[in-house]
């Protein structure tokens, strides 16, 4: 069954501090992950993708990582901010064709506090 | 600037009723999907879209209907509303791409409570 695992399920951190969010899968075949920032009240916005090929993709404080032979993921935010309080939420699509499904994790509540 | 606009945002309605929530994007994607979200719980697809006159179920399609006119446009109608259908609808688009090679584009969504 294909599936789409995220760790840990909330997590509070203090502003200025480091963190990294996991997302485990078990789907086959793979094309590409992507982690979305969901802040309250609104939709979840693509903050990076994933490849087979890739391993790390920075974007501004967010760092991806991928390893697609362990089928893992992880999204570290440095530095954080109180604007990164959201949920963190792991997409994965099962092939790059109009023919493919993207399987969604539950997400990780970060909170930043002051 | 919001490029995909849901209606109404909040919506509280009695048990029988029908109701339909808009989705409109600027956009000008093809491709159109709603989903469901509820509080700590995966997003699950409901219907979705790739084109005009084109409309295919998701996985929780059984109790609601959309429509695909116009590409802008792309309303989900229940016929008649339950206290099992209060949650968050999220509609999303995408462009004429492999599946999962642009990223979703969603709006706000529409928090629906049925009493």
């Known amino acids: 069954k294909n599936q789409v695992e995220q760790s840990p399920q909330s997590l509070i951190i203090l502003e200025g501090k480091n963190c990294t969010l996991q997302?485990?899968?078990?789907?086959?075949?793979?094309?590409?992950l992507r982690w979305y920032k969901q802040d309250t009240g609104r939709g979840p916005v693509s903050l990076t993708i994933?490849?087979?090929?890739?391993n790390t993709k920075s974007n501004g404080r967010y760092t991806a990582t991928l390893d697609a032979d362990t089928k893992q993921s992880s999204l570290h935010i440095t530095a954080s901010q109180l604007s990164d309080s959201a949920s963190y939420i792991c997409v994965v699509s099962d092939r790059g064709s109009t023919l493919g499904r993207l399987y969604f994790g539950r997400g990780t509540q970060l909170t930043v506090w002051p | 600037e919001a490029d995909i606009y849901q209606t109404p945002r909040y919506l509280v309605i009695g048990t029988g009723k029908k109701i339909t929530l808009e989705c409109s994007q600027t956009?000008?994607?093809?491709?159109m999907y709603w989903y469901q979200q509820d509080p700590g719980m995966e997003l699950h697809l409901i219907h979705y879209s790739y084109g005009v006159n084109s409309t295919e179920k998701g996985d929780l399609s059984s109790e609601s209907t959309v429509s695909r006119i116009r590409t802008e446009h792309f309303p989900l109608t229940l016929e008649s509303a339950r206290p099992s259908h209060t949650s968050q609808y999220l509609c999303?688009?995408?462009?004429?791409?492999?599946?999962?090679?642009?990223?979703?584009?969603f709006g706000n969504g529409t928090r629906l409570t049925v009493t």
């Open positions: 994933m490849t087979f090929s890739e």
């Open positions: 999303a688009t995408q462009p004429r791409t492999g599946v999962g090679n642009s990223p979703l584009h």
């Open positions: 997302c485990n899968y078990t789907v086959s075949p793979f094309s590409n």
């Open positions: 956009m000008g994607h093809d491709k």
